[in-house]
């Protein structure tokens, strides 16, 4: 009998057609998002399971499913799985690291350009008819060339951001949770390490690009706002509670810093509604990656982990982006 998975919501259908080759498969093309009690009802009886950054894999989860043995999430990011009850239960843990890295690093640029020219504040402006003249000091914005980019979180994202900034003639900070080897430094605009402190009152543009853990929750807050520069801009390619949303709002509303661009939220999709009140804030939903390419390269990837997991071979023994190597030599496959 083929293994029995769990596409956890909607996907190309061509990646769905490659798995039943292998598997049975559920899908949820109709992208409903289960409830706990749900998605723990419909693992059940599941080998493995695609997920996505709105499945909450828990270990009460992980104890109702003893026959699940691999969780392949379609995003790099992976904190909505517990990777610990993964590794006390036996589970395979995957991401999809690496594809979406330029792509990523591309909007990450469409972002803080956005945020730093005021682009979508003028164009709401100007759709609700009132420019009626040219003049001198309208939408006046912050200059991206020859500024200083800080970049917290330095990992191939932190470094693709870096890259492009060589075009702009800027200097880079960086901040991280260890130094980058000099010649990666080197080739990432010859950025420079600094504490946070330091990055935050330096930088014109900061950009977020660091993982969410429990270490990381609310690495901007009040605080840290409070240390950035009036002028200065901030942009959260990251994930939702690496910044304190109502600090952030506050700063905003008060003008402490000039600026934000955000394409993640606390609590998303449910947004705080304050920042639907500002005009100095551009919004996106969580779109970094979103380019046909990478999207589908993404559920490529995670469908290649699947296969590794459940489907061993003398080639293959294990899924190629695993992240709980622990559990290897435990999981028993039926």
Known sequence: MKPKILMARAVFPEVI???QQHFEVESNQEDRIFSAAELAQKLSDKDGVIATASERISAELLQACPRLKAVCNQAVGYNNIDVAAAIKAGVMVANTPDVLNETTADFGWALLMATARRVTESEHWLRAGHWKQ???DSFLGADVHGATLGIIGMGRIGQAIAR???GFDMQVLYHNRSRLAPALEVRANNARYAGKEELLAAADHVILVLPYSKESHHTIGAA???LMKPGATLVNLARG???DDL???AALRDKKIAAAGLDVFE????LHPGFLELSN???TPHIASASEPTRRAMADCAAANLLAALLPTAERKWPPNLLNPEVLGRVTLS
């Open 247 to 249: 600090a952030l709002i």
């Open 17 to 19: 057609a490659g798995l």
């Open 164 to 166: 492009r900034s060589l």
């Open 281 to 283: 804030v551009v919004l």
């Open 134 to 136: 040219w003049r001198y």
């Open 241 to 243: 509670g690496i910044v």
């Open 267 to 270: 609590n998303e999709p449910a």
């Open 224 to 226: 840290e706002l409070a």
